[in-house]
């Protein structure tokens, strides 16, 4: 089996003019064969008020539930709220360069709100291998996003995964 686990810093990974890498962890790149049944990885990530403003700027999603403190307090939320694919994204961040990481291609997913997201929360992110499929080097990965023990949404993820053998071996070299 190769070395699971390699992993990458990118020169994204670092703020302009920096060499100093930011709270992200390295890109990790796993073949089909590296997975196992069982194998998690965790993000965290405080959801800022830019976070959400940014996310609406990029999708158009502009629903002021998100956006707005006084519309927003006017609901049974009492306050903004993240944007459920927001959350959902961060399942996506862990997928793309953790597990299994890169060259990883979804296939589908599926995605239970649970509990509403707000400003400030810090969701912990967990994604599970939780079944293999050699035939076509798929993987189904179980996904949880928790906001203080609290399940805010889940879900399971089909993606395939690069194998080892077609690959011949060699890892992907990544250059952004």
Not at 78 to 98: D, F, K, N, P, Q
Not at 137 to 145: F, M, Q
């Amino acid at each position: 089996m190769a070395n699971p686990g390699h992993d990458v810093q990118l020169a994204s990974d670092c703020p302009a003019g920096s060499n100093a890498p930011m709270n992200l962890a390295p890109l990790r790149t796993l073949f089909f064969e590296d997975l196992s049944v069982g194998m998690t990885e965790r993000l965290e990530k405080t959801v800022a008020s830019s976070d959400v403003v940014g996310f609406a700027q990029l999708t158009g999603d502009r629903n002021p539930i998100h956006l707005s403190e006084h519309f927003a307090a006017k609901t049974s939320f009492g306050r903004r709220i993240a944007h459920g694919l927001y959350t959902a994204s961060l399942i996506s961040a862990v997928l793309g360069t953790r597990l299994p990481g890169p060259g990883a291609v979804y296939i589908s997913q599926t995605l239970n709100f649970r509990a509403p997201v707000k400003i400030g929360d810090t969701v912990v992110v967990t994604v599970t291998v939780a079944e293999l499929m050699p035939e076509k080097s798929r993987a189904r990965l179980s996904c949880l996003c928790e906001v203080d023990g609290e399940v805010v949404l889940d879900g399971e993820a089909l993606v395939k995964v690069p194998s080892e053998k077609a690959a011949k071996g060699k890892r992907p070299v990544m250059r952004l």
